[in-house]
């Protein structure tokens, strides 16, 4: 497979900076960066984006995750690796990345239990990198980016 075009993140440098702007701000929340990247990870695995899979994996190992959690991210439910405040974080992030799938995208369910394993700061980088990631998705998607391929 080969992409369509050349990243736009890549044609137009003030995205890239944006975009890196927007990543080093996820780093302001006090949240592990390892959780972060599982995430990042999971939106990307949502949106069917093969080149942040591939890419996010890798960046989660350097963070520090394990082969067994990552091998289990896509079904974080149902096994016991994730720790609730991890299980709230997940949930948000489905949540956020499948806006359209429900009228109510994000209940007070799933926002109140990611509220009481973050604070405001913490909330609001996760908010973001599921933002981020979001974009980075769309973006590779539509190029049909090839994994494995460096294109930030």
């Known amino acids: 497979m080969q992409a369509r075009m050349t990243n736009p993140a890549m044609i137009l440098p003030d995205v890239n900076t944006g975009v890196q702007a927007l990543l ?3 780093r302001q929340g006090n949240v592990p960066q390892s959780l972060l990247e599982l995430v990042h990870l999971r939106a990307s695995q949502i ?3 093969s080149f942040c899979v591939d890419s996010g ?3 989660a190992k350097k963070a520090g995750e394990t082969d067994e959690r990552l091998f289990a991210v896509a079904a974080w439910r149902e ?3 994730f720790t609730d405040a991890e299980r709230a974080a ?3 992030t489905e949540a956020a990345t499948r806006l359209a799938d429900q009228t109510d995208a994000v209940s007070d369910e799933i926002w109140d239990e990611a509220a009481r394993h973050f604070d405001e700061k913490g909330l609001a980088a996760i908010i973001v990198m599921i933002a981020t990631t979001n974009l980075f998705n769309r973006l590779n998607a539509t190029i049909r980016q090839t994994a494995g391929r460096q294109n930030w």
């Open 90 to 92: 997940l949930a948000l």
């Open 47 to 49: 949106n069917g984006c």
């Open 79 to 81: 096994t016991p690796y």
């Open 24 to 26: 080093k701000a996820t």
């Open 57 to 59: 994996a890798r960046s």
